[in-house]
């Protein structure tokens, strides 16, 4: 992930949790999160020259980045656990 693509994604998730920290993202529709979340990409589709289409598709691909990446090192350290004897089979 470039640096510009860390600070479009640290914008959104901070406006997100400015305009969504009321709501359950287990309980509230996609589509619901995703319209709360159109001014902040207006706003950085209008400061990129770009649709916000292209805003809004990359994004998607940057969150599912960080989400494989924070699974990758997750999945890491519980194999390094176990590995060294920390988790013990039941």
């Known amino acids: 992930m470039s ?10 998730n901070e406006y997100a949790d ?3 920290k009321d709501f359950d993202p287990q309980k509230t529709r996609v589509s ?3 319209e709360k979340l159109r ?3 207006e706003e950085i589709a209008k400061e990129k020259g ?3 289409e292209e805003i809004f598709i990359k994004y998607m691909d940057l969150a599912s980045e960080l ?3 924070k699974e990758t090192k997750f999945q890491n350290t519980i194999g390094n656990m176990t ?8």
Not at 3 to 12: A, G, T, Y
Not at 83 to 90: E, F, L, R, V
Request: proline share 3%; charged share 25%.
């Open 39 to 41: 001014p902040i990409m």
């Open 67 to 69: 989400t494989v990446s």
């Open 32 to 34: 619901f999160q995703l």
């Open 18 to 20: 400015r305009v969504l």
């Open 83 to 90: 590995k060294y004897g920390d988790i013990h089979d039941a």
């Open 50 to 52: 770009v649709s916000l």
């Open 3 to 12: 640096s510009e693509d860390k600070v479009i994604l640290d914008r959104i």
